[in-house]
């Protein structure tokens, strides 16, 4: 079925310390996006780039690792979520660091639950009680599951937007020890690296779309360092052992299978620390996978 893809870009670096991911969505474009999703059959409407703040132009927040702008970025996306699927369309935001996705998955739950797929290295679980870093792009899904500061949670509406038993996590391999230990105890479906190793991606995306069969649309986030460093060297927090190129494509070609994606995160591109915009171009062809392109 081929539909009406809306671009977003969202050029937020405010989440983290390394400069550059907000480069992201600029090089995701000039790797061919909204060219590689129309050969596939889809209309593809770009919005062009979320206004967002600079740091420096804010930096009486750097001490408070500029919540009050990632909040309000997250309020924009959020908005832009919801004006999206009220359309009819299939958002796809475009970052940007993983803070984005507080306001993406407000937005595409406002008007009726989803599941989510979340590929990371990272489990992006910590609190503010839990971080080392203190980077907020480190807190996204605990504040999508209700725990983190209150300025985050009220994004859209009330916290939590997602319930543990509606989020899958897969390729996860780097957690702080604060972390590791809240999300055992959470009841977030999770698969390791180790899993992937033991099972095959195949098995693991298959039995992930099992368990969120009780929603009847799912959100893919999808945060490029989930990858083998070697396939996708252009991310700020890179983890060795990742994802190999076509462990992510079949990951991707078994969700389009399944006909149930409605949204989708591409984050953490960084095209400075990149290696002739590889990282970008492998992106867009995990998305055109995604949304269906075939070998076949």
Known sequence: MNHTIRLIGVPIDLGQNKRG???????????????????????????????????????EQSSQHYLPAIAEMCRT??????QAIDAGETPLFIGGDHTLAIGSIAGI????????????????????ATTISGNIHGMTLAALLGDGYPELLAIGRP?????????????IRDLDPGERERLRESGITVYTMRNIDERGIGPVVREALERLEHQPRVHVSLDMDCLEPAAGPGVGTPSPGGLTYREAQLAMEIIADCGCCCSMDIVEINPILDRHNQTAQLAVELAASLFGKRIL
């Open 77 to 82: 996306v959020c908005l832009a979520a919801q």
């Open 159 to 171: 916290a939590p937007k997602l319930r543990a038993e509606d989020v899958v996590m897969i390729a």
């Open 21 to 59: 991911v907000d480069l992201g969505p600029g090089a995701l474009r000039y790797a061919g996006l909204a060219e590689k999703l129309r050969a596939v059959g889809h209309r593809v409407v770009d919005s062009g780039n979320l206004a967002v703040a600079v740091r420096e132009t804010i930096p």
């Open 109 to 128: 739950t406002a008007g009726a639950p989803a599941g989510l797929l979340w590929f990371d290295a990272h489990a992006d679980f910590n609190t503010p």
